[in-house]
């Protein structure tokens, strides 16, 4: 895009940051290296959380290299962003815990910038802390206005003190932003952003704001460019991706979209995630039979077997209902891999209803599952409910859940042995460099012999052996 940064900032987006990108790569990061001693600058980002973060995380990434920033791995760089989580106290923790790590560099390369990001400053209280234990942080924003990146940057290194902006929600979606891609050869894509479900235990629906769905053929324009890029496998992500499409001025179902990204020439598998159970319907199911590009894989959140509890937890679907469902697509799509995410210990919880928990696991035979103890986040419905669950009885259950999980995941893993599978090729073996690493359709990982030129391809696989929650193959002639 050619700019004229001698003119004034445009109004308009995307060509606004577009502007604030052009003056920082011909003029302010030049300046700043040089005014540092460097012949370039570099930056290091660090994503916390889900699926949707690392995707941020990415276009954070994308304007820091369009801008002359060199993206490094490791925190003692000139720039270093931190794309934080809170979803459970824990991600809230190892956050302040890195930070104080990080103030040290700032004492060694006094010109570093330090930039917090992400659900979590889109909490008062955690942006009141940091203003007032945590001086070095230079800019702070959050989930709502991530594309205003680069006039953040500006800001930064043109104004001496802390920069600090936090939108409360927002209804825009600004499209055609750079993107760096962490793998050449997948890639998430945003169908929608934000979440109206308000389960009563999360706080997700507090910091990413109400449910905007992006236009399909943003969506699907988007893909044929990712393809087009060499990318074969796309994600498609939201919060809950079947509720897509009804706030759009011509309304389309998750099914539908389904469908015409499943046209796309080029383009090998598609996921998504994440599918809330109570909204998800037969014209989907039948979309993941028909479509040959969709993988087999539904991730499908329980988060309690309890009917009494998942009314409490406001997820809208009971026991029965959930297992009908699982039996539904298991009619229709045969051998589809299910994983879950479960919470142990949600306020009141009996040993009853955790029992009705371990029933469904035992029911559905999850090929994996997410186990979380309850994580109290303030300002949720269920932070105020009587009745919080002794973390002795919590730590109890989740052990039991966790061994019992991991028995059947061993099981059922294990059913394509001896099988021949497709799998995509994602990386060079960490432990054995003759080896490498890639993911069958159900998402599981395999290992087999092979280099650097297979990364990004499909291969066939015998399925030799059955570690665990992983195969070693060996590859076969591809016909
Ligand atoms: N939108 C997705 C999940 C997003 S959060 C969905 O509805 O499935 C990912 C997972 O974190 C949730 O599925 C839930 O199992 C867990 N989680 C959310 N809030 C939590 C809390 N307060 N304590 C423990 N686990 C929580
Ligand atoms: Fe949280 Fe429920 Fe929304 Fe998922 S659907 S993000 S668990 S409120
Ligand atoms: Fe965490 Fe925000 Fe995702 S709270 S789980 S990073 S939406």
Redesign the pocket.
Known sequence: MDVDITLPAPEAEPQRQYYFMALLKQQLVPERAKKNGKEFLTACITTFGCQMNARDSEKLEGILETVGYHIVETEDADFVVYNTCTVRENANLRVYGRLGQLGKYKKKNPGMIISLCGCMMQEPLVVEKLKKSYHFVNLIFGTHNIYRFAEYLVRCMTEDRMVIDIWKDTDKIVENLPVDRKYPFKSGVNIMFG?N???SY?I??YVRGRERSRKPEEIVAEIKRLVADGVVEIMLLG??VNSYGKNLEEPMTFAQLLREVNKIEGLKRIRFM?S?PKDLSEELIDAMRDCEKVCLHLHL?LQSGSSRILKLMNRRYTKEQYLDLVDRIRAKVPDVSLTTDIIVGFPGETEEDFLETMDVVRKVRYDSAFTFQYSRRTGTPAAAMEDQIPVDVVKDRFDRLLAEVQEISREVTARHTHTVQEVLVESINEQDPSLVTGRMSNNTLVHFKGDASLIGTLQNVYLDECRGFYYMGTPVENS
């Open positions: 979440c479900n308000f389960c999360c997700v629906p919060q809950n994440t809330h959140p």
